[in-house]
């Protein structure tokens, strides 16, 4: 896939002693090094996956790496992220990403794209790049990197986690499948969780990711068999590793132009229809829910929907936990009806998106209530910041 020229490409003096380990094997030797040096390689997202196969990829030598990112560093982004430090918290995860790349090798071309890539720009930003590397954590951004990948005739490296599993695979290499083989439709917007929402083991992101890089690095060296074909499943609570075989589909579509993929995957519409189930939804602020409390009113039932591990980090004085899973089975209902007796209810969750659905089921039983706004989050930031955010 990769033939680049390598007459103008030169080790120094220093890339053979940084690079000796790689020098002596046979499969890589001083050629495959010329190519590492002159490969070039976008990453997609300085997140879990894109922290470690950037830092390894450093390492390894790559001589351009590009990195497409518009996020700021996040104290909760440390537990996996590890491209990223305490020090940068606050501040862009490109610039962040550069600064530790350079510590590691300072010789690596770093490009930086601080922007959402859309279907406007991702063309223009994969061009100049041999591969393209995954490492995002959204519907619309993995069918647009896959389209852009198809069109500009580029490997499309790939990886996803999820709390304890994750999966990668390698899309749009040598005449094997790509993403849309793999997921022809998206799923309905909000039926798999984020690990914002699902958490997600630190370490795992750490495994998934240094696949990937692997995975480059023998696409630029043209050395063993990648996973094109193949996706591979690991499982980190039961240390496993399974293959599912990926074929083309010879009736997919014909991608021919990068599309709108927020509309392709149902985001407005399903951010419509919230809307409008909403829009007659009774709302307080926790400013609102402070008051009532400070008041010895102990006239309503105060609702947390979250799961009991939440629960059990952070909780609102006087809150009785009946997660939304309760709710949506319908157990949950008759518990909260048995617990009103006729009292207020209000409900709230981590931000208030997963109250407001519970109190949407509630109200098609007949069960009126008010939401709490921006959730047990707003109460720390606004009301009591002893209470941990997470």
Same mark, same amino acid.
């Given at each position: 896939?990769?033939? !680049?020229?390598?007459?103008?490409?030169?080790?120094?003096?220093?890339?053979?002693?940084?690079?000796?380990?790689?020098?002596?094997?046979?499969e890589v030797g001083v050629e495959g090094q010329k190519?590492?040096?002159?490969?070039?390689?976008?990453?997609?997202?300085?997140?879990?996956?894109?922290?470690?196969?950037?830092?390894?990829?450093?390492?390894?030598?790559?001589?351009?790496?590009?990195?497409?990112?518009?996020?700021?560093?996040?104290?909760?982004?440390?537990?996996?992220?590890?491209?990223?430090?305490?020090?940068?918290?606050?501040?862009?995860?490109?610039?962040? %990403?550069?600064n530790r790349i350079l510590e590691i090798n300072p010789?690596?071309?770093?490009?930086?794209?601080?922007?959402?890539?859309? +279907?406007?720009?991702a063309l223009e930003i994969f061009k100049p790049y041999?591969?393209?590397?995954?490492?995002?954590?959204?519907?619309?951004?993995?069918?647009?990197?896959?389209?852009?990948?198809?069109?500009?005739?580029?490997?499309?490296?790939?990886?996803?986690?999820?709390?304890?599993?994750?999966? +990668?695979?390698?899309?749009?290499? /040598?005449?094997? =499948?790509?993403?849309?083989?793999?997921? !022809?439709?998206? =799923?309905?917007?909000?039926?798999? =969780?984020?690990?914002?929402?699902?958490?997600?083991? &630190?370490?795992?992101?750490?495994?998934?990711?240094?696949?990937? %890089?692997?995975?480059?690095?023998?696409?630029?060296?043209?050395?063993?068999?990648?996973?094109?074909?193949?996706?591979?499943?690991?499982? #980190?609570?039961?240390?496993?590793?399974?293959?599912?075989?990926?074929?083309?589909?010879?009736?997919?579509?014909?991608?021919?132009?990068?599309?709108?993929?927020?509309?392709?995957?149902?985001?407005?519409? +399903?951010?419509?229809?919230? %809307?409008?189930?909403?829009?007659?939804?009774? @709302?307080?602020?926790?400013?609102?829910?402070? %008051?009532?409390?400070?008041?010895?009113?102990?006239?309503?039932?105060?609702?947390?929907?979250?799961?009991?591990?939440?629960?059990?980090?952070?909780?609102?004085?006087?809150?009785?936990?009946?997660?939304?899973? @309760?709710? /949506?089975?319908? #157990?949950?209902?008759?518990?909260?009806?048995?617990?009103?007796?006729?009292?207020?209810?209000?409900?709230?969750?981590?931000?208030?998106?997963?109250?407001?659905?519970?109190?949407?089921?509630?109200?098609?039983?007949?069960? /009126? &209530?008010?939401?709490?706004?921006?959730?047990?989050?707003?109460?720390?930031?606004?009301?009591?910041?002893?209470? !941990?955010?997470?």
């Amino acid at each position: 896939m990769l033939n !680049p020229n390598l007459d103008d490409i030169q080790l120094t003096k220093e890339d053979y002693e940084r690079y000796s380990r790689h020098l002596i094997l046979p499969e890589v030797g001083v050629e495959g090094q010329k190519k590492l040096k002159a490969a070039s390689v976008l990453c997609v997202g300085t997140g879990g996956l894109g922290s470690p196969l950037i830092l390894y990829l450093a390492a390894a030598g790559i001589g351009r790496i590009g990195i497409v990112d518009f996020d700021v560093v996040d104290y909760s982004n440390l537990q996996r992220q590890i491209i990223h430090s305490t020090s940068w918290v606050g501040k862009p995860k490109i610039e962040s %990403a550069k600064n530790r790349i350079l510590e590691i090798n300072p010789h690596c071309q770093v490009d930086l794209y601080e922007t959402r890539l859309s +279907a406007e720009n991702a063309l223009e930003i994969f061009k100049p790049y041999d591969i393209i590397i995954d490492g995002t954590d959204n519907f619309p951004t993995r069918y647009l990197v896959n389209d852009a990948c198809v069109l500009l005739n580029k490997p499309n490296v790939y990886g996803s986690i999820f709390r304890f599993e994750g999966q +990668a695979t390698v899309f749009n290499y /040598e005449d094997g =499948p790509n993403y849309r083989d793999l997921y !022809p439709e998206p =799923p309905p917007p909000g039926l798999v =969780p984020s690990c914002a929402e699902g958490g997600v083991l &630190g370490i795992l992101p750490g495994i998934i990711g240094v696949i990937q %890089a692997t995975e480059a690095v023998k696409i630029i060296l043209g050395q063993g068999k990648t996973l094109s074909g193949r996706l591979l499943l690991y499982n #980190a609570l039961d240390m496993t590793f399974r293959e599912l075989k990926l074929r083309p589909n010879p009736e997919r579509p014909v991608i021919d132009q990068l599309i709108d993929y927020e509309e392709f995957c149902g985001i407005p519409q +399903a951010k419509a229809a919230e %809307a409008e189930q909403q829009s007659d939804l009774k @709302e307080m602020t926790v400013q609102d829910l402070k %008051a009532l409390i400070d008041g010895g009113d102990d006239d309503y039932l105060l609702l947390d929907v979250r799961n009991p591990n939440e629960y059990e980090i952070a909780q609102i004085p006087g809150s009785v936990l009946i997660p939304l899973s @309760e709710i /949506e089975s319908g #157990a949950g209902v008759e518990k909260v009806r048995d617990m009103l007796n006729g009292h207020k209810l209000i409900a709230h969750c981590k931000m208030g998106g997963r109250s407001a659905k519970a109190l949407g089921i509630l109200k098609s039983a007949g069960i /009126e &209530g008010t939401n709490v706004k921006g959730g047990i989050q707003a109460w720390s930031r606004e009301i009591d910041a002893s209470v !941990p955010e997470y």
